[in-house]
């Protein structure tokens, strides 16, 4: 009860900070943040939101996004969703929205953010965005059923539980056995389609009777294409949809258009689309394998070098589709474990500019408490609070991700892959989601010692590489916040925030935290 009533007290703490219920117009969640849809974001108290305890930042993209962290959005959301709805049937105003001054770094992270949105919003990675509200959804029930999956391997491998492990095999399965369902029913959703029509094309590539069909000259098999066959299924299900619309008459329409929308595009997934998906699947794995095999340890090195800046030019959201086709294929994305080492290098880097400023008690009180967050894959905080801003911090922090991606890389192409059974958490969160062909232990110690790598080589950059002498002289001095902002605080600062660094959440930042 005690929990309950801490997730209340927090979406009450949240509502009138964001301009009350009436300034609400939508609501949902991903892996770590609470999105809301706003009619006048000149009501939002950002300065008084990041002082809320369990609000680790905010973010400014298509919607407005809180981060509260795993589990706790999941449990906050409901809890707000409720007091929006109490405040929309009592008629309650939205109040006006009081004036802080921001801090420094927080002043210039809100100017990053703002340049960053103008950019995103190219058709391109606008699409990249639809891509990720299809898949990012999904995440919950990619790690629920991947640490079912780790559990009963480790069970298996020991031979415990022999009569439950069957039980356990079934529940982390039935999933993945019918992803292709889940995909088909987003992307039409996202597509502005009829959801369940999207669903039902998309079923067609699980469904076992497509063993007795025969396209270019082979037999299908069920589950061919995958998710990238379900994709496409459903994106043509969502336009053979709306020229339906358009052109049958409405006294038919009830029946015409979902009988057409099923059947034009049942036709050309089955003779088409799960061919040449699966063609593409296959190319993908195989590329993967081959990447990380030959060259694992330079690959290693540019992925996680890069991640952080494709992240901030959305660019990461590519990638989603193909961690979930690795998932799909081999049980495991090769991918994720090194790309999350951008997550560590930034930990590192953060710990040496707690070092090197030993005077400024504003930044240093924001990384304490971000910290914690960054070390379990949320990194948002001290990205956009602290390394950014700063500057040289963002490069270094990125060398770490380097070397830390370069370690993992470098076992992958010596034999030992290493790979996640779910896409969304790094960090320290990733541990229960790890796997690989060569056993748990040796997986778990690669992934730690490329964890390790990442924050020592952060560190060091950082605290060598990271500072000119005018940064130093401009921000190693005290620069407590402004009264009004220590008191909306309780006297404790909080983390700046700004793009995530993962498959989830916005899009730009959802899944893979770092």
């Not at 609000?55 to 981060?67: H, L, N, P, R």
């Not at 002289?473 to 902002?485: K, Y």
């Amino acid at each position: 009860m005690a929990t309950e009533d801490k997730n209340r007290a927090t979406a009450a703490a949240i509502l009138p900070l964001v301009g009350g219920a009436a300034n609400v117009s939508s609501i949902a969640h991903c892996m770590t943040r609470l999105r809301l849809g706003l009619h006048d974001r000149s009501l939002v108290d950002d300065e008084a939101l990041k002082a809320v305890p369990a609000v680790m930042g905010v973010v400014e993209d298509d919607t407005y996004q809180i981060v509260l962290g795993p589990g706790t959005v999941a449990r906050v959301t409901p809890e707000f969703e409720q007091l929006v709805e109490e405040g929309k049937a009592s008629g309650a105003p939205a109040p006006e929205a009081p004036a802080h001054t921001a801090e420094e770094l927080a002043d210039k992270g809100a100017a990053l953010k703002a340049q960053q949105k103008a950019k995103n919003a190219t058709p391109f990675k606008l699409f990249l965005r639809k891509i990720a509200n299809i898949f990012v959804p999904l995440i919950p029930a990619l790690i629920g059923c991947g640490i079912i999956a780790g559990l009963n391997g480790l069970l298996v491998n020991l031979g415990w539980l022999t009569s439950v492990t069957p039980a356990l095999a079934a529940m982390a399965s039935g999933f993945m056995a019918l992803i292709a369902v889940f995909v088909g029913f987003n992307t039409a959703k996202e597509f502005g389609g009829t959801p369940i029509l999207g669903g039902a094309v998309a079923a067609i590539i699980v469904f076992p009777g497509v063993a007795n069909i025969e396209a270019f000259g082979q037999k299908l098999s069920p589950g061919q294409g995958g998710v990238l066959g379900a994709l496409g299924a459903a994106v043509l299900a969502v336009y053979v949809e709306k020229w339906c619309r358009r052109w049958v008459p409405e006294a038919l329409d009830v029946l015409v258009t979902p009988t057409l929308t099923v059947l034009i595009s049942g036709l050309v997934t089955i003779f088409g689309l799960m061919y040449v998906a699966g063609e593409v699947s296959s190319a993908i794995g195989t590329f993967a394998d081959w990447l990380l095999s030959t060259g694992g340890a330079g690959a290693g090195f540019l992925l996680g070098g890069l991640f952080l800046p494709l992240v901030m030019l959305g660019l990461h959201q590519a990638l989603i589709p193909i961690h979930t086709t690795l998932i799909e294929q081999q049980g495991y994305t090769v991918l994720l474990p090194i790309l999350a080492m951008a997550g560590a290098g930034q930990v590192g880097a953060a710990a040496a500019v707690y070092l090197r400023l030993p005077r400024n008690e504003s930044i240093r009180r924001t990384i304490k408490s971000a910290m914690p967050a960054g070390l379990l894959g949320v990194g948002e905080p001290l990205i956009y609070g602290v390394s950014l801003p700063l500057g040289r911090p963002f490069i270094t922090a990125c060398v770490g991700g380097a070397f830390g991606g370069g370690f993992v890389g470098l076992f992958n192409q010596l034999g030992d892959s290493v790979g996640s059974t779910a896409i969304g958490p790094s960090g320290w969160a990733l541990f229960p989601l790890l796997d690989g062909n060569h056993g748990l232990g040796s997986t778990i110690a690669i992934y730690a010692g490329g964890l390790l790598v990442g924050y020592v080589a952060g560190f060091v950059a950082t605290y060598f590489f990271g500072f000119s002498k005018s940064l130093l002289a401009e921000f190693n001095v005290s620069q407590e916040p402004a009264a009004s902002t220590v008191a909306a605080s309780g006297g404790a600062a909080t983390p700046a925030a700004g793009v995530g660094t993962g498959t989830g959440d916005s899009p730009a930042k959802e899944p893979a935290q770092v």
